[in-house]
């Protein structure tokens, strides 16, 4: 276990050149705290647990000091915004402060969000508030804890500083870990701008220094750029087997290593609704729930744009359409295990539709009704669950479906059939409003709220005692929180 001043330090992306990215100093905030700290992603950096209490930990991730070796940058992107294209964007919050290895050899680059200015900041401020830290960090480690690929994060820190959104708020900063910042939007940048060394340039670092098992490929781009499929189909089969809504899927949030990345306005849902909408400020629903699976293939054609002067568009075009059939597969085998089925079968899609269907215009709490379909015997589950359908006849019947279906495959002891479905059925998800209450305590200078709500989420398969009122739906004041963009 290391202390902070022990990490070692690299700047591989910031030797890509000043073209790339620009360095900017974090400006620091003042009275600097600490909010909540991340266990596991201390660990990830060989980190001893103790060192977020220390007060240089509190110093160096609200820009007070930095390691000696740093080159903290600015990186610059582009992106399509909403389905326009924004020829500039970049961090305008944000710097990529340097890149740590841990023992294991993985590599992390730390991004602190909320540092200041930057060439890239428009009219923004450059700062982030405590809520919108507080909900990337407690997303990130939620996320991770349920097995859905995220950025991670280490630590809020809070602070005096005002800063103005619609009323006045308190600055805070994020540190986020991922083994690469790299976006969509970093391709399609060089592409627009028509440089093409220098997306070249990028191409190779990222395939070099993030898909090494394409180097040995006939055609490495394009293996690489088959990779970015397949990782978004599992990512976004992972997304909607679960119930996660990211709420402004542009092409410059969207990781090139198929990672959860930037969030913002995203939400757990709570009765199901194919068609809802997490953010406020998405009028036309383009990145309602339904809508992430249509959007992510999107990307993936924006995407495929900034690889043609590496790739041939017929190759580009094949791996594309990998991603359809890829994401019905991985989605399909995650609601089969969501339903305990053990085996597969044709009509599954179809049970797993007629399903949702039901769902639909019920008051159905998603994550709640595969939970509880797993705690007790099919038939006593299903009893209780029928009461939230609107369908009655419906829901008897699938559920008479649903019971023949489990029928079919190998009989087992109900205690090992709920053992299987509870491992995948996550009794806590972060819910708005659990986050919401989080939030106004901290904004309070009451971080103990914080600190338990991160602490259940890390084990959201396991019921814990004493915390049964975060596996509750939502109080009617919680169900409609209007949450909008950048924060
Ligand atoms: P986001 O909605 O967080 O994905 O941000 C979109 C773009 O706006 C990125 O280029 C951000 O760096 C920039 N941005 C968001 N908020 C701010 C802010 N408060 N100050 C400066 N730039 C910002
Ligand atoms: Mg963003």
Not at 8 to 33: H, M
């Amino acid at each position: 276990m290391k202390a902070l001043d022990e990490l070692e330090f690299d700047n591989r992306f910031a030797r890509l050149g000043d073209a790339f990215s620009t360095r900017v100093t974090p400006e620091p905030i003042e009275a600097p705290r600490l909010v909540v700290a991340s266990e596991a992603a201390l660990a990830l950096l060989d980190l001893d647990p103790t060192e977020a209490y220390t007060p240089l930990f509190a110093e160096v991730f609200s820009g007070h000091q930095l390691w000696a070796d740093a080159d903290p940058r600015a990186m610059v992107y582009s992106g399509h915004q909403f389905g326009h294209y924004n020829p500039q964007l970049g961090d305008g919050r944000g710097l990529l402060l340097g890149e740590v290895f841990n023992d294991a050899g993985q590599h992390w680059d730390l991004h602190l969000k909320g540092a200041g200015q930057t060439p890239w900041s428009r009219m923004g401020d450059g700062r982030a508030v405590l809520r919108s830290s507080i909900r990337e960090f407690l997303a990130s480690e939620a996320l991770h804890a349920l097995g859905i690929p995220t950025t991670r994060a280490l630590c809020v820190i809070g602070s005096d500083t005002p800063v103005w959104r619609e009323r006045q708020e308190r600055a805070a900063m994020l540190l986020r870990m991922s083994p690469s910042h790299v976006r969509f939007g970093h391709f399609e940048y060089f592409y627009y701008t028509r440089q093409p060394e220098l997306h070249k340039q990028l191409a190779d670092y990222v395939l070099a220094a993030h898909f090494p098992d394409c180097l040995a490929a006939e055609q490495p781009y394009l293996a690489m750029f088959r990779t970015v499929v397949e990782r978004n189909a599992e990512l976004i089969a992972k997304w909607q087997a679960y119930g996660f809504c990211h709420g402004v899927m542009n092409t410059d949030n969207m990781s090139i290593l198929g990672l959860t990345f930037d969030f913002g306005p995203y939400a757990f849902l709570d009765d199901f609704d194919a068609q809802f909408i997490c953010n406020h400020s998405d009028d036309q629903g383009r990145y309602a729930y339904s809508n992430q699976v249509p959007v992510a293939h999107w990307n993936l054609s924006a995407l495929a744009q900034a690889f043609t002067p590496l790739i041939e568009v017929d190759a580009l075009r094949d791996a594309l359409s990998l991603f359809l059939p890829l994401f019905q597969a991985h989605y399909l085998d995650l609601m089969r295990r969501r339903l305990g089925l053990t085996t597969a079968e044709d009509d599954d899609q179809a049970l797993v539709e007629r399903l949702l269907k039901l769902m639909q215009g019920s008051a159905v709490d998603y994550t709640l009704f595969f939970r509880r379909l797993g705690e007790l015997a099919p038939q006593a589950a299903l009893g209780l669950l029928r009461d939230d359908f609107v369908d009655l006849a419906g829901f008897d019947a699938w559920a008479a479906a649903y019971v023949a279906r489990l029928e079919r495959q190998p009989a087992e002891a109900s205690t090992a059939r709920s053992a299987r479905m509870n491992a995948v059925n996550p009794l806590y998800v972060l819910r708005n409003y659990l986050a919401q209450n989080a939030i106004e305590a901290a904004q309070a200078g009451d971080y103990s709220e914080v600190r338990r709500l991160h602490q259940v989420l890390c084990r959201p398969f396991e019921a814990q005692e004493g915390m049964a009122a975060y596996a509750q739906r939502p109080p009617d004041w919680g169900k409609h929180l209007e949450i909008s963009c950048s924060s």
